[in-house]
């Protein structure tokens, strides 16, 4: 009787250890599928679909441009209310440099960040703007009928599945933006790629924030930080209004100590532009800027410069070179979305550029979920898993030794690829994500962590 009691007791022992090892397993396997997700994922519904100019073949970019929905850094929205006198009080009122300053990261100027102006609320800008984003419609009218309508309620209720340290801020505060270059330098990021629409435009969801940009560089050039920019793709955005608004920002602005510039192989320093949805353009209207013997070339001007192309497909690859840009970037941080923003192609993205003379940029992102505006898209989430999502999209990045490295995003909010301060927060409508077991300023530390990586594997890259 004893003998069997203890065998009993042993196959018990036995059944809840192979249980709890199968559990597990399992728990492995789910976090493995969310740290690389399926390839199938490009061509899903709730895929490519949110990008619907994808859907037939591209055209010149026309007066409709401001409707597209896709997913990027909210190009859906963008930009806050300026005017002129507010400016001047922020600048007249900037701090000095401080020994703080001294204490933080070395800047890595082949770290890139995006970067969001787009905020406002009552206090500076008379009004909530972009926290009270709308909730966008599924363009299949059957999917839309399923899911919530209207718009957010700053301040509990913002357009974002995190909530900001700062809570629903001004992109206009100068304590804001001082908090910002803080928490870039922090992160030992270097270059702030600034999100642009030319003067007096802005997305259907914003306000003009070109008023906003000294002050972004004089608070960029105290933190020893350099700005260049995202140029958004305004309506009726061709080679002719390329080439005026690229003349517009570095007479303006190219003077400025924080404007980047950046070296070329043949050591000549030139201004850097990316260019969202460059692909919505036929290449023969870019090759009219981009080439030598185009007919609006701005190359060998005192305008020329390193124009950067979204590569979204695999076939925009060619298209990028036939149209005269430099390079190519990623920018979306969902691994499995498109072509580009899958890590596994990396390497051959980069090994077509290295063949094309082209720069290859990867865009590498800590997570995405834009469910608080698209609340149809949970498909195209990508968990954070306490920070292992990012670091695995950093290791990608090194892996192809990348001249640059471009981060989505400091403060996308609304596509919850922000890797500024967020605390946790509950309130009667919603239970808002949050960095948890970490604390707020963890993405700032990974990142600082894998820029000086970047820097000590790029010296043995360069022996």
Wanted: hydrophobic share 35%.
């Amino acid at each position: 009787i004893l003998n069997y009691d203890i065998m009993a007791r042993f196959r018990r022992r036995t059944c809840i250890i192979l249980l709890l090892f199968i559990l597990f397993i399992c728990s492995i396997m789910m976090a493995l599928k969310t740290l690389r997700p399926d390839r199938a994922g490009f061509g899903d519904p709730f895929g490519l679909g949110l990008l619907p100019e994808l859907q037939q073949r591209t055209v010149l970019l026309d007066s409709k441009q401001s409707s597209l929905n896709r997913i990027q850094g909210d190009t859906v929205t963008r930009v806050t209310n300026l005017h002129g006198i507010a400016v001047n009080t922020m600048k007249a009122s900037m701090p000095p440099v401080n020994k703080m300053e001294e204490e933080l990261s070395s800047p890595n100027y082949n770290f890139h960040i995006f970067y969001y102006t787009w905020y406002g609320n009552p206090q500076f800008d008379g009004k909530y703007i972009h926290w009270n984003h709308p909730l966008l419609p599924h363009w299949d009218p059957k999917i839309a009928n399923n899911y919530p309508k209207g718009r957010h309620n700053p301040p509990e209720d913002i357009g974002a599945n995190f909530y900001p340290e700062l809570g629903s801020y001004s992109s206009k505060d100068p304590t804001v933006i001082e908090a910002h270059m803080t928490q870039m330098r922090s992160a030992s990021t270097g270059v702030i790629v600034l999100s642009w629409y030319p003067p007096g435009m802005a997305d259907e969801n914003g306000e003009p924030t070109d008023d906003l940009v000294p002050v972004i560089l004089d608070y960029a050039h105290k933190y020893n930080l350099k700005v260049t920019f995202h140029i958004e793709p305004y309506k009726d955005r061709d080679d002719r209004s390329m080439y005026h608004n690229v003349k517009y920002i570095i007479d303006k602005y190219g003077g400025h100590p924080a404007f980047y510039r950046h070296k070329t192989s043949t050591g000549r320093f030139l201004p850097l532009f990316y260019v969202y949805d460059s692909y919505v353009t036929i290449p023969e209207i870019w090759a009219n800027l981009l080439t030598v013997s185009g007919s609006q070339s701005i190359r060998n001007t005192p305008y020329d410069a390193l124009f950067i192309a979204l590569l979204v497909e695999e076939r925009h690859k060619h298209d990028i070179h036939r149209s005269g840009f430099d390079g190519m970037y990623t920018y979306f941080a969902t691994n499995g979305f498109s072509y580009g923003s899958s890590h596994h192609n990396w390497a051959s993205l980069k090994a077509f550029c290295d063949s094309n003379n082209l720069m290859f940029i990867p865009s590498v992102g800590p997570g995405y979920i834009d469910t608080s505006i698209r609340p149809w898209n949970n498909h195209n989430t990508r968990n954070r898993v306490n920070g292992k999502y990012y670091e695995t999209a950093f290791s990608a990045a090194l892996l192809v030794r990348p001249e640059i490295i471009s981060i989505t995003s400091f403060n996308e909010w609304h596509e919850g690829t922000q890797i500024e301060k967020a605390v946790p927060k509950r309130t009667g409508q919603v239970v808002y994500l949050d960095y948890k077991p970490h604390k707020p300023n963890i993405y700032l530390e990974l990142t600082q962590k894998w820029s000086e990586k970047y820097r000590k594997e790029q010296e043995q890259w360069l022996m």
